[in-house]
């Protein structure tokens, strides 16, 4: 695992941005193709916005897997994720991606994974984007975390410091409004990943950042699992770095 403290959030996406259109582009040289895992919300705003500037990207042969989604959230409403993606990052290319396979939780949760689980089924996966939640979730796998099951799509319940968060960022107008469930990418399967780019930016998220770097690797601290893998990087900003107790 590498940490990477950069000295704005600009910089930061910019940073971030330039090593997944590395590995996008590595994959799509050795593989003709490349499949990647985009997440949303606040921590990824820079981030994707540089990524869908990067130039020499044959998009036509990327596919996009969607991280999470909450479930029975309209893509009307201002927290969709399917809606922020579209908005975001597809709409922002170039060209046409090869396939987005888009996260739907408006309907059967479990039928949605389901689907999911067989698109993704068998697929390398080069480069998967995501951030590390306020109460150190990865993706929507709030603690503690299913560390065991292999299923690559799982529907979870949401916990209240995650909502909160949802509610924080000014997604929702109350905390009754926020979804109690979602459809999340595992555990598991993002660490299949080849390589994971994990941004993570703002004072807010120092206390998670600190203990999913330097404590101990357990379901209570979801995103502490990604000291196992090893290929990732960690981007942040020196607000978010400001709890670490060594220096990078």
Sequence with gaps: MEIVISQTKAKL??????????????????????????????????????????????????????????????ITHEASFRKYLRERFTSKLSQPLRAFHEINGEDDA??????????????????????IGENGHLAFNDPPADFQTTQPY??????????????????FPSLEDVPQHAISMSIHQIMQSREIVCSVPDERKAQAVQGSLEGPVTPQVPASILQQHPATTIYLDPASASLLSQSY
């Excluded at 996406?13 to 590395?22: V, Y």
Aim: proline share 2%.
């Design 154 to 171: 799982i529907v979870v319940q949401l916990d209240e410091t995650c909502r909160r968060q949802q509610l924080g960022e000014g997604w």
């Design 110 to 131: 479990h039928a949605e994974c389901e689907r999911l689980n067989a698109l993704i089924a068998g697929k390398s996966i080069a480069v998967a984007l995501v951030g």
């Design 13 to 74: 996406g910019q940073q971030s941005a330039q090593q997944a259109a590395k590995a996008i582009r590595g994959a799509l040289q050795s593989d003709g193709e490349a499949n990647i895992v985009v997440a949303t919300g606040a921590s990824q705003f820079d981030t994707l916005a540089a990524l869908v500037a990067m130039p020499d990207i044959d998009w036509s042969q990327v596919t996009a897997f969607h991280l999470d989604e909450y479930v029975g959230l309209p």
